[in-house]
């Protein structure tokens, strides 16, 4: 029961980061349309940036070395202050409620970071982990001491150490998003980017002809 209830835990952190994943997703593109209602220059350097910060963060969800993540995390940083610094000029030279739009998506897409970052943190406590190691040791105890006759119930013996196996693996593994088997993809940064990279080559030849 308590490990059933655990993987549940992991299910729905996992559903969570990539509900999350989405989210984010959805910010970044919809500021990279808010960035229109920008002043032209401002609008375009929001642009780059937003294309640069979507790299970013498609890069977190890959697997990485420790050394490699804490770069991402810090370049990272450093684009949503240069996206912050850059509409803020404009923000607060045009008090209106276009540019009030424009705050509002950008607080989204900086806010959606954090909430990433703060649903893969949580993870699953070591105490619980604790607590399942306990368990699964008494009851391979017990199924060891009820086995009378262990060369007819062998394959009985060792049905139930293999089920817990498999269970720890998959928790672990769910629990894990950016190691193991089952990860939390980036699919819909991906998508977001070729979409973007899309608009904004459209958009390049009537900026020349300008």
């Known amino acids: 029961m308590i490990i059933g209830f655990t993987f549940s835990m992991a299910i729905d952190r996992h559903d969570q980061r990539e509900i999350f994943e989405e989210g984010e997703a959805n910010a970044i593109g919809t500021e990279f349309l808010r960035a229109d209602l920008l002043p032209p220059?401002?609008?375009?350097?929001?642009?780059?940036?937003?294309m640069q910060y979507t790299d970013q963060r498609i890069l977190f969800y890959s697997k990485q070395t420790p050394e490699k993540i804490q770069e991402i995390r810090n370049k990272t940083d450093q684009l949503q202050t240069a996206l912050w610094n850059e509409i803020l000029p404009a923000v607060k030279t045009k008090d209106t409620p276009v540019m009030a739009l424009v705050t509002s998506g950008m607080n989204d897409v900086l806010n959606s970071q954090g909430y990433v970052q703060a649903a893969w943190w949580n993870r699953i406590p070591l105490t619980a982990w604790a607590l399942m190691a306990a368990i699964a040791i008494c009851a391979n105890l017990l199924v060891g001491f009820?086995?009378?006759n262990f060369?007819?119930?062998v394959g009985l013996f060792m049905i139930f150490p293999f089920v817990i196996s498999v269970s720890f693996f998959l928790i672990a593994d769910i629990d894990s998003p950016r190691g193991g088997i089952i990860r939390i993809e980036a699919r819909n940064l991906v998508a977001l980017k070729a979409n973007l990279t899309?608009?904004?080559?459209?958009?390049?030849?009537?900026?020349?002809?300008k």
Do not use: C
């Open 198 to 209: 899309q608009q904004m080559d459209a958009s390049s030849p009537s900026i020349s002809n």
């Open 146 to 148: 009820g086995a009378r």
């Open 151 to 153: 060369e007819k119930n």
């Open 41 to 50: 220059k401002a609008s375009a350097a929001t642009k780059v940036l937003l």
